[in-house]
């Protein structure tokens, strides 16, 4: 046997299925692949705002990475609002 051959414990639960549960972990997007969701701005656009904390964003190391929940709820959140003109009151 290879010594880097993998051994499962009888008694250990299967790396998807932890406390009954079913692990259902969502894929982090780069920001290219992000901003084709989000409608074609630029990706340094985005990283810049993550940076600023405008958008939910992950960092890793050096790299910035998004989930499309997030972004999907977060545009529901910016779009929902009355917009900026709106808000000023006209003298």
């Known amino acids: 046997m290879s010594e880097y051959t993998r051994i499962s414990h009888p008694a250990a639960p299967p790396p998807s299925n932890i406390e009954g ?7 982090l997007l780069t920001a290219e692949q992000a901003t084709k969701i989000l409608g074609g701005m630029h ?17 890793l190391g050096r790299y ?28």
């Open 43 to 59: 990706p340094k656009t985005l990283m810049r705002m993550a940076r600023r904390r405008e958008v939910p964003a992950i960092k």
């Open 64 to 91: 910035w990475f998004f989930r499309a929940s997030a972004l999907n709820a977060w545009v529901e959140i910016s779009s929902t609002g009355p917009c900026v003109p709106c808000q000023k009151e006209r003298s």
């Open 21 to 27: 549960q079913q692990s259902s972990f969502e894929p």
